[in-house]
């Protein structure tokens, strides 16, 4: 048995369940998600483990197979390690944990002696090894609202184009994850105006004043949707990955929605430099524009 652990939103936690396919399917193991990072955000509707409103196949560990793999304990806060310096020797030595120490590529074939996994695995690679799979286990398990239908609805009547911009997340990280403005926004709605006929923007981002008074989307057909538009980010997600095109900045959230979802003649956006501080990551796919 295998477990991979999930932390972080929503869409961090598709690159990791979607890691977790690509292991199951690399070394025909039994994998288990790691949910534990969760037990302590009851007030946090955002980062709690939205992956489970989808029909996901891989079962989630009990707290008994954590330790019997971590070397943990039960305690009344939860399980916690024995100790780091513990933790280190039996990865190094046993070979049982890998911690992800930056989020570059690496060969599963490279990783499968290994049982308990941490990181982020944030490369289109593992993606696309299992997209078929992941795309079927992508789907919502409960009926969506009416809302939410009629809005998937108009977006496929038209050639939607979503724009994901979210500024929010970075404001106390902008060094690592910079920021996008009206250039980049400008050169990537003039490239789809070039290539797509009649598109129409649906503009979706957790700061709307802030998309009002910096973009400027001068004469096009631009629909900007409210967060009270949509009860969660789960089901903008599904919206999103509806819409035939998409432009987005660097949050694995809009990635997903880019990439959830196959259209014909599909264009996506996204921009060439993933973090600002140098560090390597290959989560754009080939097949994406780098503006």
């Known amino acids: 048995m295998k477990i991979v652990k999930l932390k972080g939103g929503l869409g961090n936690q598709m690159f ?5 396919k690509a292991l199951e399917k690399m070394t025909n193991d039994s994998i288990k998600l790691d949910l ?3 037990n302590h955000l009851e007030n946090d509707q955002v980062r709690k483990p939205r992956i489970l409103k989808f029909n996901i196949s891989l079962p989630i560990a009990t707290q008994e197979d954590i330790a019997n793999i971590c ?15 513990l933790v280190v020797f039996e990865m190094l030595f046993n070979h049982r944990y890998f ?9 599963i074939v490279a990783l499968q002696k290994y049982n308990y996994y941490d990181g982020y695995w944030q490369s289109w690679k ?6 078929e799979e992941v795309r079927k286990d992508f789907t919502p398990r409960a009926d ?5 239908k009629r809005f998937i609805e108009e977006v496929e009547k038209c050639n939607s184009v979503f724009l994901g911009i979210r500024k929010g997340d970075y404001s106390l990280e902008e060094k690592h994850y910079g920021s996008y403005g009206q250039d980049y926004f400008s050169n990537a709605m003039k490239y789809i105006d070039e290539k797509v006929e009649s598109p129409v923007y649906y503009v979706f981002s957790n700061d709307i004043e802030w998309v009002k008074n910096n973009i400027d989307f001068q004469n096009r057909h631009v629909i900007v949707r409210e967060n009270k538009d949509v009860e969660s980010d789960f089901e903008e997600l599904l919206i999103m990955s509806s819409c035939v095109h998409s432009i987005i900045v660097n949050s694995t959230f809009y990635w997903w929605g880019a990439k959830l979802k196959e259209h014909d003649g599909k264009i996506v956006i996204a921009p060439k430099r993933w973090f600002f501080d140098k560090k390597k990551i290959d989560i754009v796919p080939p097949q994406w524009i780098k503006l």
């Open 36 to 38: 534990s990072s969760y």
């Open 126 to 131: 593992h993606v696309e090894s299992v997209i």
């Open 16 to 20: 990791q369940y979607s890691f977790a």
């Open 71 to 85: 070397l943990m304990e039960h305690e009344n806060s939860g399980l916690n390690y024995k100790s780091k310096a």
């Open 99 to 107: 911690f992800e120490i930056d989020r570059s590529y690496r060969n």
């Open 144 to 148: 969506l609202n009416e809302k939410t």
